[in-house]
């Protein structure tokens, strides 16, 4: 909707910019007054405000002053706030945070000499203008203002006190249009000034692209954590269903792993939602990311409960056991493991045949952990289809990936085979 010239000249967002170049002439204050003395002592010990000439000499005295105290790092940010406030510009077209750059600082110099100086002869104006343009408008109405010691002699005849009023009305005008004209000027530069420069735009691409890994690593936790557990408990659930009345025991088995599948899920779960509300991994009241080295044997019993058979062939090399993997390695290929065995549940029949071992690369020489699972795809109509870009195994390969790793999966022979390098040299312990 169009404002007419009244609005755009006195409406809210003009009443918003005149106080925000108020606020900027109040600001160069403390400089006006350091450099009014300076100027004074300089012209031989007099008042600088005694003279107009002095008077502009220490207000141009004080705009370098103000221009060098703006490559401070507060004063983007505070000036930014103060735009999107008063002077009605989008915030996307703003920087965000201090000045990093010389280049971006020189920018911001310019906009707070801008402000100050402009904000300054708009202050001044407001502050004299207005009583000036009263007293002449008045001067009709009252007689003694004609004679008073005031400047205003001059208004002697009967014709020219009538005339006074009209040069008020136009001083108030004049004072409504520079002000009008000059917050406008500073809502336009304040995007060329204040906006995003090219080192900007790439911390807020890399702080956006950190935020969406953060996001992308939570949801594969979330996925594989409750994903696995709900498939796991489902297919125990069956399993006991069917063997209730046959094979008691193990009905109390599957009970048994449905609790225990439920509670470490409740605490991994809880470990997650803990990152999201407080975004701090290391809660002293967390659950520990399970690893290949202290959770494989219970992952493998919870699953073999839910009724599936599984072969599983480790090799953790010199040591005897994965207690010796770099940490990140460990928790990275349970969490592979773990997808592959909630593959194998939702879309596999038959027995899964697992291998873990670590081997020498054959290109690098250093060490890898290589995982391979496989089991036979379940017959047409008996299990979901299985595909090769689900969340799951996109999940791991991302896993794989940010150890420099890969993730193989989809049909081998007559088999469905999943299978993972993660190369060790260089991890975290």
């Given at each position: ?14 009443r918003?910019?005149w106080i ?9 204050m ?91 002869v708009?202050?001044?104006m ?16 009252v007689?003694?203002l ?38 406008a000027?500073l ?5 060329v000034?204040?906006?995003p420069t090219?080192?900007d735009?790439?911390?807020a691409?890399?702080?956006?692209a ?6 992308n ?15 796991a ?10 063997m ?7 009905v ?9 599948t ?5 605490g991994e ?10 975004g ?7 659950a ?19 009724g ?9 090399g010199?040591?005897?056991?994965w207690t ?8 990275e ?12 549940l ?18 690098s ?31 791991s390969?991302e ?9 193989e ?18 991890g975290?312990?």
């Amino acid at each position: 909707m169009k404002r007419g010239a009244p609005g755009r000249l006195l409406g809210s967002r003009a009443r918003l910019r005149w106080i925000h170049l108020i606020l900027g002439g109040a600001l160069l204050m403390p400089y006006f007054l350091l450099t009014q003395v300076g100027v004074g002592m300089a012209a031989g010990g007099v008042n600088a405000l005694n003279s107009f000439p002095l008077t502009l000499a220490a207000y141009a005295a004080a705009l370098p002053l103000v221009a060098v105290t703006a490559v401070f790092g507060l004063v983007r940010p505070l000036s930014v706030a103060a735009v999107r406030a008063m002077c009605g510009v989008p915030g996307e077209r703003l920087a965000e945070g201090p000045a990093r750059s010389w280049a971006a600082r020189g920018r911001t110099s310019a906009w707070w000499t801008l402000h100050l100086g402009v904000g300054a002869v708009i202050s001044g104006m407001t502050l004299a203008v207005p009583p000036m343009a009263v007293l002449l408008i008045t001067l009709p109405l009252v007689s003694g203002l004609r004679e008073a010691e005031l400047g205003l002699g001059w208004f002697t005849s009967e014709a020219d006190p009538y005339v006074a009023p009209l040069i008020g009305i136009g001083l108030l005008g004049g004072l409504v249009l520079c002000a009008a004209g000059a917050g406008a000027l500073l809502a336009r530069m304040a995007p060329v000034l204040l906006g995003p420069t090219a080192a900007d735009r790439l911390a807020a691409a890399e702080e956006r692209a950190a935020d969406l890994a953060v996001r992308n690593r939570l949801a594969r936790e979330l996925h594989d954590a409750v994903g696995h557990a709900l498939s796991a408990v489902t297919l125990q659930a069956v399993a006991a269903r069917r063997m209730l009345e046959r094979d008691p025991e193990f009905v109390r088995e599957a009970l048994a792993a449905i609790e225990d599948t439920t509670r470490r899920t409740v605490g991994e779960l809880d470990a997650v939602l803990g990152l999201l509300r407080d975004g701090d991994p290391a809660r002293p009241d967390a659950a520990p990311a399970p690893t290949l080295g202290a959770d494989l044997d219970g992952l493998l019993a919870r699953t073999r409960a839910a009724g599936t058979t599984i072969t599983a062939h480790q090799d953790p090399g010199p040591g005897g056991d994965w207690t010796g993997l770099p940490a990140i390695a460990s928790r990275e290929a349970y969490r592979i493991v773990q997808e592959g065995l909630s593959n194998a549940l939702r879309h596999g029949a038959g027995p899964v045949d697992l291998r873990i071992r670590v081997r020498a690369g054959h290109e690098s020489g250093h060490r890898e952990l290589e995982i391979t699972m496989t089991n036979a795809p379940a017959a047409p109509g008996e299990g979901q289809p299985r595909t090769t870009g689900g969340r799951g195994l996109t999940g791991s390969a991302e896993r794989a990936a940010l150890l420099g790793g890969s993730v193989e999966a989809g049909p081998y022979e007559d088999q469905w085979r999943l299978r993972a390098v993660l190369p060790l040299a260089g991890g975290d312990r």
